[in-house]
């Protein structure tokens, strides 16, 4: 399979019109991504039903 390498579509632009399309603060977003990055390196989440959902092994 030969991959594509396309031109970067990053800009201040883009951030900008993302921030507005979220309209979050940047302390929320950084949670966001907090929690993303632990339940990578855990393997499982907690729902907001405050149930654990282990997805590791379904990667």
Do not use: K
């Amino acid at each position: 399979m030969q991959l594509n390498h396309l031109p970067c579509l990053d800009s201040p632009e883009h951030a900008e019109a993302r921030r507005r399309e979220l309209q979050i603060p940047r302390d929320q977003a950084a949670a966001f991504g907090q929690s993303a990055v632990d339940a990578i390196l855990q393997g499982d989440y907690t729902n907001a039903r405050g149930q654990r959902v282990a997805w590791q092994p379904a990667i």
